[in-house]
């Protein structure tokens, strides 16, 4: 009986430490990957307003995306994907979003999807992010898209569109394998705001609202 005391001890001391190292965050790393994605966020959504032409707004764009792909290399050849263990799952979807932006360099967001998959696999890493740059690395070979998460906006028509997705009927549950809402929701979400950031000119033209997609009432969510 002593002896079978000690060896539950050991097993739950064994089980703590394999938590506590499965949940010891990297701040450093952390801290960084979340600077890079805010340096790309803030140039693209808050240009300084010294900035009046699309020149000088995109050659800095370029030089982000360039600095962004250095430091991405880097962090990428000694850890692969970081996942949730490494830096927490607002870490792991910055260095998504990193990536998700560096299409001049399609090779490198490859390497970078074999090894999130597996992450994904693990619980480790977000699927519905995952699903954003599948559809961006096949949109940019010219390939379907599974998920229809990449999109345009159309100002005839004051509507969002998906570029074409492999067999259409059945996205919607490949979207919700991976934790994305319906496609017709999506959609609509984006029309809307597109639409919003065109008001002033939508309102000029006579065009009041959106056109926007019809929802089945039983994908409100639920499929």
Same mark, same amino acid.
């Given at each position: 009986?002593?002896?079978?005391?000690?060896?539950?001890? $050991?097993? *739950?001391?064994? *089980?703590?430490?394999?938590?506590?190292?499965?949940? +010891?965050?990297?701040?450093?790393? %952390?801290?960084?990957? *979340?600077?890079?994605?805010?340096?790309?966020?803030?140039?693209?959504? @808050?240009?300084?307003? @010294?900035?009046?032409?699309?020149? #000088?707004?995109? #050659?800095?764009?370029? !030089?982000?995306? +360039?600095?962004?792909?250095?430091?991405?290399?880097?962090?990428?050849?000694?850890?692969?994907?970081?996942?949730?263990? %490494?830096?927490?799952?607002?870490? &792991?979807?910055?260095?998504?979003?990193?990536? +998700?932006? $560096?299409?001049?360099?399609?090779?490198?967001?490859?390497?970078? =999807?074999?090894?999130?998959?597996? !992450?994904?696999? %693990?619980?480790?890493? &977000?699927?519905?992010?995952?699903?954003?740059?599948?559809? %961006?690395? @096949? =949109?940019?070979?010219?390939? =379907?898209?599974?998920?229809?998460? #990449?999109?345009?906006?159309?100002?005839?028509?004051?509507?969002?569109?998906?570029?074409?997705?492999?067999?259409?009927?059945?996205?919607?549950?490949?979207?919700?394998?991976?934790? $994305?809402?319906?496609? !017709?929701?999506?959609?609509?979400?984006?029309?809307?705001?597109?639409?919003? =950031?065109?008001? &002033?000119? @939508?309102?000029?033209?006579?065009?009041?609202?959106?056109?926007?997609?019809?929802?089945?009432?039983?994908?409100?969510?639920?499929?």
């Amino acid at each position: 009986m002593k002896n079978l005391g000690k060896l539950i001890v $050991l097993f *739950i001391a064994l *089980i703590f430490a394999t938590i506590n190292a499965y949940g +010891q965050i990297d701040t450093v790393l %952390r801290d960084k990957i *979340i600077q890079m994605a805010k340096k790309d966020q803030d140039w693209m959504m @808050n240009p300084p307003k @010294n900035v009046h032409d699309n020149s #000088q707004f995109f #050659q800095r764009m370029e !030089e982000i995306y +360039q600095e962004n792909y250095d430091d991405a290399k880097v962090i990428f050849s000694k850890f692969g994907f970081p996942g949730y263990n %490494r830096v927490g799952k607002d870490g &792991s979807d910055k260095f998504w979003l990193v990536v +998700q932006h $560096l299409n001049k360099w399609p090779d490198f967001q490859k390497l970078v =999807l074999k090894k999130m998959e597996a !992450e994904v696999k %693990r619980k480790n890493a &977000s699927p519905d992010k995952y699903a954003y740059l599948l559809d %961006r690395i @096949n =949109l940019n070979k010219g390939e =379907l898209q599974i998920y229809g998460t #990449q999109i345009w906006y159309d100002v005839r028509y004051h509507r969002t569109f998906p570029y074409p997705i492999v067999d259409i009927k059945t996205v919607n549950k490949r979207r919700k394998a991976v934790g $994305l809402e319906a496609l !017709e929701i999506y959609l609509n979400t984006t029309t809307e705001s597109h639409f919003a =950031l065109r008001d &002033s000119i @939508n309102l000029k033209s006579g065009v009041k609202k959106p056109w926007l997609y019809k929802v089945p009432s039983n994908m409100f969510g639920k499929y």
